[in-house]
Nanobody, 116 residues
Framework: QVQLVESGGGLVQAGGSLRLSCAAS????????MGWYRQAPRQQRELVAS???????NYRDSVKGRFTISRDNAKNTVYLQMNSLKPEDTAVYYC??????????WGQGTQVTVSS
């Protein structure tokens, strides 16, 4: 029942940077994991990065060293800093809040387009 609102997407040239924000309507520490996913046209939605309640982060291999997930608990907001962007990063990026054993809650997504 949490509401998640993503923002910060846009059009950027290859090599540029964007910072995405995910604002939650409740305490993000209520969730086991907060994550960023992305979905390109005609492709499956895939995990990009996640951060656990304990602060442990993980990243898919293709973004390691380029993307950083972080959070501001006081603002109930999770961020995804994306540097050295590549055209293959183009996708709709979604925020997800998960409690283990339950279905996750999704935001509506924000478009990231990286031009070459």
């Amino acid at each position: 029942q949490v509401q998640l609102v993503e923002s910060g997407g846009g059009l950027v040239q290859a090599g540029g940077s964007l910072r995405l924000s995910c604002a939650a309507s409740g305490n993000i520490l209520s969730f086991d994991v907060m994550g960023w996913y992305r979905q390109a046209p005609r492709q499956q939605r895939e995990l990009v990065a996640s951060i656990s309640r304990e602060g442990v982060t993980n990243y898919r291999d293709s973004v390691k060293g380029r993307f950083t997930i972080s959070r501001d608990n006081a603002k109930n907001t999770v961020y995804l800093q994306m540097n050295s962007l590549k055209p293959e990063d183009t996708a709709v990026y979604y925020c997800r809040a998960t409690v283990y054993g339950s279905r996750g809650s999704w935001g509506q997504g924000t478009q990231v387009t990286v031009s070459s």
